[in-house]
């Protein structure tokens, strides 16, 4: 890929985003977990204040220590570290800092989209979409200064790929508004954003999961979002 021509327009706009963040009510304090030290680096170098970074490490065992000892108001980390995993890394920070917000860049080469939905990030993209024109990255950021989830459309793509050999006659049951409901749910939206979405109560969005855990045979959300990432769902409307 040559981006040569694209250099001015993938530069952020950090005083916008900044911007952003003052006015999410979040800490303004952060904590960065890569592999790479040159993506590392990269993201450092985004920070116009260095005070707001309070880590910047390589392996999730640093990481952990500066949430716990710092407690920030967001995560920006990879899937891969030098030790353990940004996956273990995001499962371990939310319970130590329920209100975290977590922004996951997934550099993996089959990257698991599945696995990270599960942890409910609040920003999923992949490394990919750092070179995007598109600014996917910026309008992950503005979701989670918001307090939503976003999963960019790279992700997406790659989570139907891995899923697309897999539909069941569950799926087949299932009605055209629980489909879009489902994906809805698999993108990361709450019962209430569902509702405001397809201007229904959340009282019918919660017996629609009723209906939908019935026929997948579960009993809880928690069990039918992950059979949800199980099967060949599909993303789009």
């Known amino acids: 890929m040559d981006v040569t021509s694209r250099v001015d327009t993938l530069r952020p706009n950090t005083q916008m985003v900044r911007s952003w963040f003052l006015s999410s009510g979040m800490r303004l304090k952060f904590v960065l977990a890569f592999e790479s030290r040159l993506s590392l680096i990269g993201i450092i170098s ?52 329920p209100d975290l917000r977590v922004m996951m860049i997934l550099s993996a080469a089959s990257p698991d989209v599945e696995r ?28 989670a200064c918001q307090g939503k989830h976003f999963v960019s459309p790279l992700a997406q793509e790659t989570l139907k790929r891995d899923l697309s050999a897999e539909e069941t006659d569950a799926t087949a049951m299932l009605s055209q508004k629980e489909k879009k ?57």
Do not use: W
């Open 116 to 143: 990270a939905l599960i942890l409910k990030p609040e920003v999923i993209c992949l490394d990919k979409d750092l070179l995007l024109p598109e600014r996917t990255v910026a309008f992950g950021l503005l979701a």
């Open 46 to 97: 985004l920070f116009k204040d260095p005070k707001n970074l309070v880590g910047a490490v390589t392996d999730e065992g640093s990481a952990l220590h500066y949430v716990k000892l710092r407690r920030p108001g967001m995560l920006i980390c990879g899937d891969q570290l030098d030790g353990g995993d940004g996956f273990s890394l995001v499962a371990k920070a939310k319970d130590l800092v």
């Open 181 to 237: 409901i489902m994906d809805l749910m698999i993108s990361g939206f709450s019962d209430r954003e569902i509702a405001d979405s397809l201007n229904l109560s959340i009282h019918t969005i919660r017996d629609y999961n009723k209906s939908i855990r019935s026929k997948f045979g579960v009993k809880s959300k928690v069990q039918l979002a992950t059979m949800i990432l199980r099967h060949s769902l599909g993303l789009s409307a």
